[in-house]
Structures are given as structure tokens and as C-alpha cells.
């Protein structure tokens, strides 16, 4: 076997171990994994069971095949593709049967059917269930099973799986997912402090232009997170619909109000632009002209101040106890230092005015307006 290819096993070996370790260790993505995958199967039984074991239905196979694919990540999207599967399921086997009776011949009826159902399976409502379709039409042409009571027989099988997977879904520890939303909602400001420090003490020290190139990445990359704060968001509001889980066994923990998920948008956005016009003052062939060293000074102050404010906001998710007052001095050691990046544009003996330097004033303004509410006390705040 060659050295890569047995790195490479033996690093998916050791990835697999730590996400079964760490499923069995403590609550997280990886335990939830391993839920939803017993649920599934705990499904795809009961459905057998009652199908194929009480009821001996002639194509008992489809209630458990039913079942185990609708034990979904939430219990409204479970419920959602019950309905979607079964009306493609219907369609596709009604399409399909009607094809066989028109022709009575395999092939035939194939190349009347699955077109039909093919295009039907790409109509958006459908979403992923749409494929869903030409297999049922294939299940009924390639078994040859297109009576009247077996169409019947089909349609009710299916529906007992829908069925049997949504209440496996519902009542056995209903999933909900808040925890990624608290996470990514400390990661956003704790990310941002990391930034604003590192900027800071690289404007203060000397930086060059990849180190002001690596800020802007970082800058860039924080709207990604943001961006996953958002999806993390919606997924955590879809779970709670239709779930029962806070009667039936617990209380699921509210996720953090996203009132300020566009002001952090806004403060990626800001953070770009600071991080951009640092860069573009220091490649090997300049743009604009670097502002002058008491300017700099003042904008490392104001980063380093505003990074405070924003490590404050990230331990308001980590501890009870976050120093609010901290919060606030920070800003105003951030707005004492705006002052002073902008009175450069008036002061004669502040240096130069270049362009970079009434760029960085204005995104740093702005960068201050949003943060403002962040230093504010709970109290004072309307975002959570």
C-alpha cells in the first residue's frame, strides 16, 4: 500500500475515532449524528414490524424504506417530507401504473414514464424529495405489480412509514438545535476582539504588507461567519417548529436573540474596509499614501479600545459575569481616540491628508457607530 494513501486511512481512522469518542463523551454535532442514525433504524423496525410482521402487506419493504429516510435533522422538516414523498410517490406510481395499462409492455411504458416523472421530480416544491418520482415508477414497472389493489397497497405502505418515521422523529428525544447559534454568536465578537488587537499591536510595532494582507483575509472571513451564524439561526428556528420536546421531556434552551446579527454584518463590513486600506498603503506598488505616523497611533488605540468592546460582547456568552463596565470605558477610549484620527483632517500640523487616511477615519466611524450599542449595558440593549 503506498505511504499516502496509508496516511491517509489511518488520519480518517483517527477522525473517526475522535468523533465516536467524542459522541460518547459529551452533547455535541457528533451525539446528535448518532441519535437521529439509531432513530432511523429504531424506525425503519417499527415500520417493518407493522407492515411486514401484523399486517403482511405485499410490499412491506416500502413502510420501513419510508420510514428510515424521514427521521430528518428536525421534526418540521420531517413532517414537510412526509408530504412532499408521498405525493411524488403517489404521482410517480399512478404515472407509472397508467403507463403499464396503456401499453402492456415494460419498456414501453418506461419510455412514457420516466420523463414524465423525471421532469415532475425537478419541480422545486418537491425539493430533495423529487427524485423520489421515477423510482416509484421504476418500483412499479420492474415488479410488474400495477392492479389496482397493489397501487393501493403501495400508496397505504408508504404512508405508514411516513407516518411511523415522523412519530419516531417527534416524541423520541425530538432534536434542537441552539447550541450551534450560542457558539457562532460568541465566535463572531471574539473573532473580531482577535483582529482589532492583532492590528493594533502591528500598526503600533511595524507591519508590512503581509501581515496587512492576513488582516484583510481575517476581515473577509468573518463575514463568512456571519453567514453561518445566519444559517445556524434558521435551522435553530425550524427545529422548534412542530416540536414537542419542551412537554415531553425538556425545556430546550432559548438561542440568543439575533436582533444584532446585522450590526455584526455591518461591523465584518467595517472591519474590511480598515483592514483593506491598511493593505493597499503597503504593497510592493501603493495605492494611496500611508497616513502619518500620530494617525496611525490614534487608529491603534481606537482598534485595540473596540476590541475590547467586542471581547466584553464575547464573554457575555461564556460567563454570567461579563465586565460590562469594561464594555463601556472601552468605547470611550475608542471614541477619544476617533477624535483625535479626525482632527488630522483639520490640524495643519497633524501631517499630511492622504486619501487612505479619510478612508480609514470614515470606516472607523462607522465601525464606532455600530459598536456603540454593543458597549451599552444589558439593560440598555434591545437585541437580546
Known amino acids: 500500500m503506498p505511504d499516502r494513501l496509508r496516511s491517509?486511512?489511518?488520519?480518517?481512522?483517527?477522525?473517526?475515532?475522535?468523533?465516536?469518542r467524542r459522541a460518547a463523551t459529551s452533547a455535541g454535532p457528533e451525539r446528535d449524528t448518532a441519535v437521529q442514525?439509531?432513530?432511523?433504524?429504531?424506525?425503519?423496525?417499527?415500520?417493518?414490524?407493522?407492515?411486514?410482521?401484523?399486517?403482511?402487506?405485499?410490499?412491506?419493504?416500502?413502510?420501513?424504506?419510508?420510514?428510515?429516510?424521514?427521521?430528518?435533522?428536525?421534526?418540521?422538516?420531517?413532517?414537510?417530507?412526509?408530504?412532499?414523498?408521498?405525493?411524488v410517490v403517489a404521482t410517480g406510481t399512478v404515472i407509472a401504473a397508467a403507463a403499464a395499462t396503456l401499453t402492456h409492455d415494460v419498456l414501453a411504458a418506461m419510455a412514457i414514464a420516466l420523463p414524465i416523472t423525471v421532469l415532475i421530480g425537478q419541480y422545486s416544491r418537491f425539493g430533495e424529495q423529487g427524485w423520489y418520482a421515477p423510482t416509484a415508477a421504476l418500483f412499479v414497472l420492474t415488479y410488474g405489480s400495477y392492479g389496482p389493489m397493489e397501487i393501493v397497497h403501495r400508496l397505504l405502505e408508504t404512508l405508514l412509514g411516513a407516518v411511523v418515521g415522523v412519530l419516531v422523529n417527534a416524541l423520541?428525544?425530538?432534536?434542537?438545535?441552539?447550541?450551534?447559534?450560542?457558539?457562532?454568536?460568541?465566535?463572531?465578537?471574539?473573532?473580531?476582539?482577535?483582529?482589532?488587537?492583532d492590528a493594533a499591536d502591528g500598526i503600533e510595532n511595524g507591519y508590512d504588507s503581509?501581515?496587512?494582507?492576513?488582516?484583510?483575509?481575517?476581515?473577509?472571513?468573518?463575514?463568512t461567519t456571519v453567514a453561518e451564524l445566519e444559517s445556524a439561526r434558521r435551522r435553530s428556528d425550524e427545529s422548534r417548529r412542530l416540536n414537542p420536546g419542551r412537554r415531553?421531556?425538556?425545556?430546550?434552551?432559548?438561542?440568543?436573540?439575533?436582533?444584532?446579527?446585522?450590526?455584526?454584518?455591518?461591523?465584518?463590513?467595517?472591519?474590511s474596509a480598515v483592514m483593506r486600506s491598511l493593505a493597499e498603503t503597503v504593497r510592493e506598488?501603493?495605492?494611496?499614501?500611508?497616513?502619518?505616523?500620530?494617525?496611525?497611533?490614534?487608529?491603534?488605540?481606537?482598534l485595540r479600545s473596540a476590541g475590547e468592546v467586542c471581547a466584553v460582547d464575547a464573554d457575555r456568552f461564556k460567563a454570567a459575569d461579563a465586565d460590562e463596565e469594561r464594555a463601556v470605558r472601552a468605547w470611550e477610549e475608542a471614541h477619544d481616540a476617533s477624535r483625535r484620527l479626525a482632527s488630522h483632517h483639520t490640524d495643519p500640523h497633524g501631517g499630511p491628508v492622504t486619501a487612505s487616511l479619510g478612508e480609514l477615519t470614515a470606516a472607523a466611524t462607522r465601525l464606532l457607530d455600530d459598536l456603540e450599542a454593543v458597549a451599552a449595558p444589558p439593560a440598555a440593549r434591545r437585541d437580546r
Open 248 to 271: 415531553l421531556r425538556r425545556s430546550a434552551p432559548h438561542p440568543p436573540a439575533g436582533g444584532g446579527d446585522f450590526r455584526w454584518e455591518r461591523v465584518a463590513g467595517h472591519l
Open 210 to 223: 503581509a501581515a496587512a494582507e492576513d488582516w484583510y483575509a481575517r476581515a473577509l472571513r468573518l463575514g
Open 37 to 87: 442514525a439509531l432513530k432511523a433504524a429504531a424506525a425503519a423496525l417499527a415500520a417493518w414490524a407493522l407492515a411486514g410482521w401484523w399486517w403482511n402487506a405485499p410490499m412491506a419493504l416500502l413502510a420501513p424504506w419510508t420510514a428510515v429516510l424521514l427521521v430528518q435533522s428536525t421534526v418540521y422538516r420531517s413532517v414537510w417530507s412526509a408530504t412532499q414523498q408521498f405525493a
Open 8 to 20: 491517509a486511512l489511518a488520519g480518517e481512522a483517527r477522525g473517526i475515532a475522535r468523533s465516536i
Open 172 to 197: 423520541v428525544l425530538p432534536p434542537v438545535h441552539t447550541g450551534g447559534v450560542r457558539q457562532l454568536r460568541a465566535r463572531v465578537p471574539s473573532d473580531c476582539a482577535d483582529l482589532l488587537r
Open 285 to 302: 506598488r501603493p495605492r494611496f499614501a500611508a497616513p502619518p505616523e500620530t494617525a496611525l497611533g490614534a487608529l491603534a488605540a481606537l
